[in-house]
DNA sequence: ACCAATTCGGACCGGATTGGTACGCAATAG
DNA sequence: CTATTGCGTACCAATCCGGTCCGAATTGGT
């Protein structure tokens, strides 16, 4: 199974390349080529990254978009939430309205905290991470599980 | 966005329903009936796992699914990779070659960093743990995630 | 001050994947 | 032998994703 939808999966690439060239104001047009995205794809993760407050959009000539906050300040899920709407491993965790077994299902309560360590793990790599090398720790500690716990937290949110 | 599919979730509630009981033998009728379930879908979820080695099956009367192994040696993780297949964030996660990006593209590494941490998440936690209460470390330090933020679990959009 | 080029913004549509169902076959216990 | 149960295949419906189109806003030139 895939987790991330393609389109945010390009989302990330589209926000990485703006992250890479801070200063420049670049057209949707032009990002599209750099990507190597078709163009239409393009603009429409930017819209929805405008939408979320993530890259300002200017109009007219001369226009284009840039990252509204420092990339450093902007998270992986972040991103992705733009796009693809908030993170939840389940539909309870999303709607929880919309699950009937809330009741009797002894699962939800797990699912919860299971939830909060993946996003824990897509908040915690920015995009200013994601344009050098590997910049937190490799996951070499996960390669053998250990219940138990703390699964991601050798990482504390900066 | 939600990670797991349908599917992949009412699997596992299938599976922790078997856990719940583990001596008895119970047909797909009768776990479709406990868990509310349609029980053609119980019947094909069943059949996954026991494809995939997690359950047991007997025919005839008298018949049903077992699990194979005991509740805690059953990982969240193989039984969602039971009906969806093998866990991976983004598509060159699990198909390599299909991405032709790979040799521009700096996201790549880091993706596997974040994909082997989803995956430890979900291996961490087992059948057994999923039955009781909440077992391990409900990753209290994450419940602020940084930033304005406030990415998961509030549920704005519609 | 107007016009026009350029750029973003929202609505729409086709297609693929997923979720769910139905039917016929194989196996086993009584 | 027969009834019960799982097994496999094939099929249908629906949602969601990905993509394209056309309209709205703004700046720069004239």
Redesign the interface.
């Known amino acids: 199974?895939?987790?991330?939808?393609?389109l945010?999966?390009y989302g990330?690439?589209v926000a990485?390349h703006l992250a890479a060239h801070p200063d420049r104001q670049a057209t949707a047009a032009a990002i599209a080529a750099s990507t190597?995205l078709p163009r239409a794809t393009a603009a429409k993760l930017l819209k929805a990254m405008a939408h979320a407050g993530l890259v300002t959009a200017t109009r007219g000539p001369a226009g284009g978009y840039r990252l509204a906050r420092r990339p450093a300040?902007i998270?992986?899920?972040?991103v992705?939430?733009a796009i693809?709407?908030?993170?939840?491993?389940?539909?309870c965790?999303?709607?929880e309205a919309d699950c009937?077994?809330t009741t009797y299902?002894?699962?939800r309560?797990?699912w919860?905290?299971?939830?909060?360590?993946?996003?824990?793990?897509?908040?915690a790599?920015s995009l200013a991470?994601?344009?050098g090398?590997?910049a937190?720790?490799?996951?070499a500690s996960?390669?053998e599980?250990?219940?138990?716990?703390?699964?991601?937290?050798d990482e504390?949110?900066?």
């Not at 998270?75 to 972040?78: G, H, K």
């Not at 919860?112 to 908040?123: D, E, W």
């Open positions: 199974m895939i987790i991330l939808s393609k945010a999966d990330v690439i990485t190597r300040a998270s992986i899920a972040e992705v939430a693809d709407g908030d993170i939840g491993l389940t539909q965790s999303v709607h009937e077994r299902c002894p699962t309560p797990h919860a905290a299971i939830n909060r360590a993946v996003g824990a793990a897509l908040s790599i991470e994601m344009i090398p590997l937190f720790a490799p996951a996960f390669t599980p250990a219940r138990d716990a703390r699964i991601f937290m504390p949110p900066r």
